[in-house]
């Protein structure tokens, strides 16, 4: 299906659709449900963004699109937001200490260990890899403004408790 429109061009609603159609298999209610696992499993405020050819429909790595190799081929990026959430990564996972971190995936899944059961049920339940990155907001912001990385928040940050 040809996706031509820049995600800076989109409104939310036509964000989200797109993460949908995507990543869901058009599957509203699978989203909701990834949406709603997010919250359950994360501790109390932690933002949720989603980075990367799921929202722009561009891969970074060759500009092909997103699932360009099959069904299940492209991941998702997701990028938690707050103090809280960074806490569960080791000392050595960060790119930034405390700001931003490195990535929990399956080729470092040790590197957050208290998230990664998390993280493999969202795949599970999306069918293709997730990834994990927790950063400040601030750094998402600035990656969006100097760094053209669109991203599309899910569940908005919050002050902790």
Known sequence: MADPQ???DMNEEQVEQRIVRLAFEGDALKYREFCARLTAGLPEGTGVALRGSVVTNRRWEDGKRF???GRGTSDLDVTLVGTKVMEF???DGFYIPTLHTKPLCDKDPGIAPALNPLR???Q???Q???SFQGTANLILYARD???DEAYYTVIEAQKAP
């Open 120 to 122: 493999e049920e969202l």
């Open 128 to 130: 293709r890899p997730v």
């Open 67 to 69: 699932d360009a190799n």
């Open 89 to 91: 990564w080791n000392e």
């Open 6 to 8: 820049d995600v800076k």
């Open 145 to 147: 403004v100097l760094f």
């Open 124 to 126: 599970k339940l999306a």
